[in-house]
Antibody, heavy 125, light 112 residues
Framework: QVQLQESGPGLVKPSQTLSLTCTVSGGSISSGSYYWSWIRQPAGKGLEWIGRIYTSGSTNYNPSLKSRVTISVDTSKNQFSLKLSSVTAADTAVYYC?????????????????WGQGTLVTVSS | QTVVTQEPSLTVSPGGTVTLTCASSTGAVTSGYYPNWFQQKPGQAPRALIYSTSNKHSWTPARFSGSLLGGKAALTLSGVQPEDEAEYYCLLYYGGAQVRWVFGGGTKLTVL
């Protein structure tokens, strides 16, 4: 069974860059028609999609975060990563990584299935 | 700015049926928005329930079903169990020049 695990600093100073890694186990990050996403959730609030990457390197980002976000993939380590620059207190949240995928030719189906347990990142001096 | 709207809260009795909906500020939700539904309990990561409108994952209980209803995506729980009390989120796909996914604000479902 596929498992995802987020890792990275739990505390980041304002104006610095938040960096997180998601390690995928139980399967190759390169196999199948998958995309790998980052999602966050401030305490007591809803979910926000940050962006996704295919193992080809193709990315899509949330327009509201696009200027500050970079998602990359390292297939040799079975990992993908998130960098969010110029952070403020508003970026304090639990950050999740998740797997998505698609199948079908003329009738495409998109799905999300496996999620990591999440990691809390606090932005504070 | 695209907004996806869900009922903030709903209450259902055990054994009852409830429908949660998911609307888009851009207009009617169709299958081309590939609606996904997630369940989240306190302190836990979200769990995927439904994808592409009505498809269930292998772990999705039979009492959960997805559909399109009146221009919205819908999640129906039939024969609600106490353990179904949770927050439910929908997720819609927006294609075009700026491909993105957008979550709804979530529905807090109380089983009482």
């Amino acid at each position: 069974q596929v498992q995802l695990q987020e890792s990275g600093p739990g505390l980041v100073k304002p104006s610095q860059t938040l960096s997180l890694t998601c390690t995928v186990s139980g399967g190759s990050i390169s196999s199948g028609s998958y995309y790998w996403s980052w999602i966050r959730q401030p305490a007591g609030k809803g979910l926000e999609w940050i962006g996704r990457i295919y193992t080809s390197g193709s990315t899509n980002y949330n327009p509201s975060l696009k200027s500050r976000v970079t998602i990359s993939v390292d297939t040799s380590k079975n990992q993908f990563s998130l960098k969010l620059s110029s952070v403020t207190a508003a970026d304090t949240a639990v950050y999740y990584c998740a797997r998505g995928g698609h199948y079908g030719g003329n009738s495409v189906t998109y799905y999300f299935d496996y999620w990591g347990q999440g990691t809390l990142v606090t932005v504070s001096s | 700015q695209t907004v996806v709207t869900q009922e903030p809260s709903l209450t259902v009795s055990p054994g009852g049926t409830v429908t949660l909906t998911c609307a888009s500020s851009t207009g009617a939700v169709t299958s081309g928005y590939y609606p996904n539904w997630f369940q989240q309990k306190p302190g836990q990561a979200p769990r995927a329930l439904i994808y592409s409108t009505s498809n269930k994952h292998s772990w999705t209980p039979a009492r959960f079903s997805g559909s399109l209803l009146g221009g919205k995506a819908a999640l129906t729980l039939s024969g609600v169990q106490p353990e179904d009390e949770a927050e439910y989120y929908c997720l819609l796909y927006y294609g075009g020049a700026q491909v993105r996914w957008v979550f709804g604000g979530g529905t807090k479902l109380t089983v009482l």
